[in-house]
RNA sequence: GGCGACGUACCCAAGUGGCUAAGGGGGAGGUCUGCAAAACCUUUAUGCAGCGGUUCAAAUCCGCUCGUCGCCUCCA
């Protein structure tokens, strides 16, 4: 398996710290918010690599954290007049709600920043004591000058930063680059003892205490939006390589972003998506699978012609496990060759290897996909060519099962095709109920017994208007939702 | 200003030295069907922003140009 790692630019072999063990870390949000797509982005990309990890056969210790204090969480709790714990619990509960929707596992560990003061503190005494952090005024900053490798993420160097003239100044500082560990309270505001006087701990030091209680001083997968990348995760590796003295972490990857128009999605431009109003137009399998069809390195454009195009893949997938279904239920006694079994026999043969070839490499589930839909063209296609009997009953049963294993480690296919179009039919709002369908499904079939075919003809097209398309088989009529 | 990424068909998107440049959507034509839908077939990039160079061989490596975007400030 090969990691892109964002501290050597390069694809690289992954061989974990303790054999058989994978440690990961992904950065979680600051839970002062509705979370927009972007964050959706990034929970669903760190999912799918510990599911396949797991699917390698490795134990893994997942970690994602939440910050639940912060200036924005005290900020918005006096605009909703709540406390800022009670606003981070909103939050959090918040998140739980989309993601569970979206399909993002729990993490094995998910801790949050106010339960580890103690050790943040531990934390800064020992950088204190060591002489790569100072106080100032009942803060606590860590001085970046006494770490050599300062900047060995984001490939900048100290002089070059300090002669950008966006940094503010800050007396309390011994050099503008500093970070706080550590912020004096203001009168009113949450704090904590400590050394120091009252306080509460600044925003990077807590993934380095919670890294290091759970997972090590060394551990393999550090993960988050590529806008962590600095000043956020180039002050986690300096903080904490400072105080154990030891590599912090082996790879680090970064997620790219979701642009609305081909600039980066965020909140102080204001051009960003909920993930609830997202979900109130498509259904989340559609947003998972278009985020998973794009590498999770590149850029990928939000619109409503993407979700668009994804619903109707998934469609193309269900309709085709929809096929199989009917044709494994069959009387299968008499044998007959499809025409195109060799086809369906050799991708049946090589799919799965290159499925792992895909997702081995640097995690590419777009290419994964694509395979996926190879699969379903050529499974199509041997199901045209009607063939019966056990062979073919065995082939496509394999056929299924190579697609659900594949789908298990995306975490998409996993419904029944029945469970997709409701599911549709409510995203789509469609009026009409099931026992409406099947009742003028019923009265076409009579039409069409008596030859009536522009009466026929006029109860698919109404019910066409209404967003449901029939399917005429051999001897029944089904129904789906128009995607 | 410093650093970096990207530019593949009508749209989305894999591919980073060597078989006919994946896959999806859309368009056109066809098979099937009472008509449809679905599915399948053919077709839609002798070419991968442009120009040079390296090589037996380049979308893939190097250089320049143009364009787009990101980070350098909270941000997934």
Same mark, same amino acid.
């Given at each position: 398996?090969?990691?892109?790692?964002?501290?050597?630019?390069?694809?690289?072999?992954?061989?974990?710290?303790?054999?058989?063990?994978?440690?990961?870390?992904?950065?979680?949000?600051?839970?002062?918010?509705?979370?927009?797509?972007?964050?959706?982005?990034?929970?669903?990309?760190?999912?799918?690599?510990?599911?396949?990890?797991?699917?390698?056969?490795?134990?893994?210790?997942?970690?994602?954290?939440?910050?639940?204090?912060?200036?924005?969480?005290?900020?918005?709790?006096?605009?909703?007049?709540?406390?800022?714990?009670?606003?981070?619990?909103?939050?959090?509960?918040?998140?739980?709600?989309?993601?569970?929707?979206?399909?993002?596992?729990?993490?094995?560990?998910?801790?949050?920043?106010?339960?580890?003061?103690?050790?943040?503190?531990?934390?800064?005494?020992?950088?204190?004591?060591?002489?790569?952090?100072?106080?100032?005024?009942?803060?606590?900053?860590?001085?970046?000058?006494?770490?050599?490798?300062?900047?060995?993420?984001?490939?900048?160097?100290?002089?070059?930063?300090?002669?950008?003239?966006?940094?503010?100044?800050?007396?309390?500082?011994?050099?503008?680059?500093?970070?706080?560990?550590?912020?004096?309270?203001?009168?009113?505001?949450?704090?904590?003892?400590?050394?120091?006087?009252?306080?509460?701990?600044?925003?990077?030091?807590?993934?380095?205490?919670?890294?290091?209680?759970?997972?090590?001083?060394?551990?393999?997968?550090?993960?988050?939006?590529?806008?962590?990348?600095?000043?956020?995760?180039?002050?986690?590796?300096?903080?904490?390589?400072?105080?154990?003295?030891?590599?912090?972490?082996?790879?680090?990857?970064?997620?790219?972003?979701?642009?609305?128009?081909?600039?980066?999605?965020?909140?102080?431009?204001?051009?960003?998506?909920?993930?609830?109003?997202?979900?109130?137009?498509?259904?989340?399998?559609?947003?998972?699978?278009?985020?998973?069809?794009?590498?999770?390195?590149?850029?990928?454009?939000?619109?409503?012609?993407?979700?668009?195009?994804?619903?109707?893949?998934?469609?193309?997938?269900?309709?085709?496990?929809?096929?199989?279904?009917?044709?494994?239920?069959?009387?299968?006694?008499?044998?007959?060759?499809?025409?195109?079994?060799?086809? $369906?026999?050799?991708? /049946? @043969?090589?799919?799965?290897?290159?499925? %792992?070839? +895909?997702?081995?490499?640097?995690?590419?589930? #777009? =290419?994964?996909?694509?395979?996926?839909?190879?699969?379903?063209?050529? $499974?199509?296609?041997? /199901? @045209?060519?009607?063939?019966?009997?056990? %062979?073919? +009953?065995?082939?496509?049963?394999?056929?299924? #099962? =190579?697609?659900?294993?594949?789908?298990?480690?995306?975490?998409?296919?996993?419904?029944?095709?029945?469970?997709?179009?409701?599911?549709?039919?409510?995203?789509?709002?469609?009026?009409?109920?099931?026992?409406?369908?099947?009742?003028?499904?019923?009265?076409?079939?009579?039409?069409?017994?008596?030859?009536?075919?522009?009466?026929?003809?006029?109860?698919?097209?109404?019910?066409?208007?209404?967003?449901?398309?029939?399917?005429?088989?051999?001897?029944?009529?089904?129904?789906?939702?128009?995607?």
């Amino acid at each position: 398996m090969r990691i892109y790692n964002t501290l050597t630019a390069k694809k690289e072999e992954f061989v974990p710290v303790r054999p058989g063990e994978v440690s990961m870390y992904s950065c979680g949000i600051t839970a002062y918010d509705f979370c927009h797509i972007g964050h959706a982005r990034s929970a669903i990309v760190f999912d799918v690599m510990r599911r396949y990890i797991r699917y390698k056969g490795y134990t893994i210790t997942y970690i994602r954290n939440f910050t639940d204090i912060d200036d924005k969480i005290i900020n918005r709790g006096h605009q909703e007049g709540l406390a800022w714990d009670a606003v981070a619990k909103k939050y959090i509960d918040e998140y739980y709600r989309d993601m569970d929707m979206l399909g993002v596992g729990r993490a094995d560990v998910e801790p949050r920043a106010t339960d580890y003061i103690g050790e943040m503190i531990e934390i800064v005494q020992g950088l204190i004591d060591k002489g790569h952090a100072y106080v100032s005024d009942g803060s606590v900053y860590f001085e970046v000058g006494s770490f050599r490798g300062y900047g060995k993420l984001s490939k900048r160097d100290l002089e070059d930063m300090m002669a950008g003239a966006r940094i503010e100044v800050n007396e309390r500082k011994k050099n503008p680059m500093d970070f706080a560990l550590w912020k004096a309270s203001k009168e009113g505001e949450p704090a904590w003892e400590s050394p120091w006087g009252p306080g509460r701990p600044g925003w990077h030091i807590e993934c380095s205490a919670m890294s290091l209680k759970h997972l090590g001083e060394t551990f393999d997968i550090h993960g988050g939006g590529a806008d962590l990348i600095f000043p956020h995760h180039e002050n986690e590796i300096a903080q904490s390589e400072a105080f154990t003295g030891k590599p912090f972490v082996k790879y680090w990857v970064h997620n790219g972003f979701i642009t609305v128009d081909k600039e980066k999605m965020s909140k102080s431009l204001g051009n960003f998506f909920t993930i609830r109003e997202i979900l109130h137009k498509f259904d989340a399998e559609a947003v998972r699978f278009f985020l998973l069809s794009t590498h999770y390195r590149s850029p990928i454009e939000f619109s409503d012609e993407q979700l668009k195009e994804a619903e109707v893949s998934i469609d193309r997938y269900y309709t085709t496990v929809l096929r199989a279904r009917d044709f494994l239920a069959l009387d299968q006694s008499v044998e007959k060759k499809s025409v195109d079994e060799q086809a $369906l026999s050799d991708i /049946l @043969d090589s799919f799965i290897v290159r499925f %792992r070839e +895909a997702m081995d490499d640097d995690f590419n589930t #777009a =290419l994964a996909i694509g395979g996926i839909f190879e699969l379903i063209r050529i $499974l199509n296609k041997y /199901l @045209d060519g009607k063939p019966l009997g056990v %062979r073919s +009953a065995e082939l496509v049963t394999r056929a299924e #099962a =190579l697609l659900r294993e594949a789908g298990d480690v995306l975490n998409i296919f996993a419904r029944t095709p029945e469970e997709w179009y409701k599911a549709l039919m409510a995203v789509k709002k469609i009026s009409l109920t099931e026992p409406d369908i099947l009742s003028r499904i019923e009265a076409r079939r009579q039409a069409r017994e008596n030859k009536e075919w522009a009466a026929a003809d006029g109860i698919r097209k109404d019910l066409d208007a209404l967003g449901i398309v029939l399917e005429d088989k051999k001897d029944s009529t089904t129904w789906k939702v128009k995607v």
